[in-house]
């Protein structure tokens, strides 16, 4: 739209400049240069100089008749006053539709008498502008450019302050998006965010809260049936109906344990030493006939909730013993970080078990024969997230599998 308004602007200009002044500006080169040239070669110079869109001439009479001139246009938009002793000039046709001047005719007399006579046969009329156009055009284009950078400025900041407060936001608590600014779009998208969110994590609390709490009532039903067994008289189907409710117990255990998250409850994180932890654990599984193969137990100092990393390691040791075989544990230090790698010789899992291996109640065709809750390695993963560490998992088909939990560490460091 601002091309064409330019353009028009400029076909008015050149149409009010006059006609005959633009052609003063096509022929004044070609009439100095024959009236300072030799008589003799002045016909020759005058083929030289015409071409497609010029037709010079020079002989003894004019082409344009007495009194069609017009001498101040002329000598004020070309060189002609200083060299012709008489101008006429024919304007010509004006072709609006394309721009275009056509037939213009200037005669210019001599010093000696004789005359120039030069006929423009057609020439675009923006062309006598041309540089001009070619920098407003330059010059629009620049300010579109700026507003439009200014404008996406305007728009993409309060986004980025968005996009960096909600990965901020924590994954429990009541944490609000901070005001954002910006366009009234960016702000109400905002809001509905921060609406949106607060539902959602209202929603999920009460889910939480009601299936905590159904698996916190449970354990007490559990705990009166395993005293009543403890009175039967037959001993086979004693420890068969404990075996069971033993497995209950660890079932509502590790949903509650999920439902708790990575704080424990509100445990208060000190500096643990990380293989003394690692230790017990094995401990506790040696008390029960479960023998764990020690490997490198590097000296290493985390910031931890004891009780709740002590149920991390133990998940992973457990699904080492329940699904493989030669359990092993070790713990591995780094310049920034410390490892908690537990394997086993077993089956391994298949690649599409292995993608699907933290999501809560998930257990594959063999791990259903070991039974369990399916909620050990997500715990353990959301365990790890609150100490500020990962949990990752690795499994060949027929060679074992790998937990790797990495934490960072605190005190000094040397190999």
């Not at 200009?13 to 096509?26: L, Y």
């Not at 005669?107 to 020439?123: E, P």
């Amino acid at each position: 739209m601002a091309s064409i308004i330019l353009h028009a602007g400029l076909m008015r200009q050149a149409i009010e400049s006059g006609t005959t002044a633009i052609a003063a500006h096509r022929l004044a080169g070609a009439v100095e240069t024959l009236a300072g040239a030799a008589p003799a070669n002045r016909i020759a110079l005058a083929q030289a100089l015409s071409g497609p869109e010029l037709e010079v001439t020079w002989n003894d009479a004019p082409m344009v008749p007495p009194g069609r001139w017009a001498p101040s246009d002329l000598t004020h938009a070309g060189r002609l006053g200083g060299v012709a002793r008489e101008l006429r000039a024919i304007p010509g046709e004006l072709d609006t539709k394309h721009g275009t001047l056509r037939s213009a005719l200037v005669s210019a007399q001599l010093a000696d008498g004789t005359w120039v006579n030069a006929r423009i046969l057609a020439v675009s009329l923006l062309e006598a502008d041309d540089t001009a156009f070619r920098v407003a055009i330059a010059a629009i284009a620049c300010a579109l450019l700026l507003g439009a950078a200014v404008a996406s400025r305007v728009v993409a900041s309060p986004l980025a302050r968005l996009a960096r407060a909600v990965r901020n936001l924590p994954l429990d608590g009541d944490g609000t998006l901070p005001p954002v600014g910006g366009p009234w779009e960016v702000r109400e998208v905002a809001e509905a965010l921060d609406t949106a969110t607060k539902q959602t994590r209202e929603l999920l609390r009460q889910r939480s809260l009601a299936l905590g709490a159904l698996s916190h009532d449970l354990m007490s039903p559990i705990a009166r049936l395993k005293l009543r067994v403890h009175e039967m008289s037959r001993t086979d189907l004693q420890q068969r109906l404990l075996s069971d409710l033993a497995e209950m117990e660890g079932m509502v255990g590790d949903v509650l344990a999920y439902m708790r998250g990575g704080d424990g409850g509100g445990e208060p994180a000190v500096p643990v030493s990380l293989p003394a932890l690692v230790q017990v654990v094995v401990d506790e599984f040696a008390e029960v006939g479960s023998t764990i193969e020690e490997r490198r137990l590097d000296e290493a100092t985390v910031l931890a909730r004891p009780v709740t990393l002590k149920r991390a390691v133990r998940n992973l040791v457990e699904n080492a013993l329940k699904h493989g075989r030669d359990p092993w544990v070790e713990v591995r230090v780094s310049e920034t970080e410390v490892e908690v790698r537990v394997g086993d010789r077993g089956p391994g899992l298949s690649p599409e078990d292995l993608a699907r291996a933290f999501e809560p109640f998930f257990r594959g065709d063999r791990a259903r024969a070991g039974g369990g809750s399916g909620l050990g390695l997500p715990t353990g993963r959301t365990i790890a997230e609150a100490h500020g560490g990962v949990l990752e998992l690795a499994s060949t088909l027929g060679k074992g599998t790998e937990a790797v939990l990495r934490l960072p560490r605190i005190g000094p460091w040397s190999d």
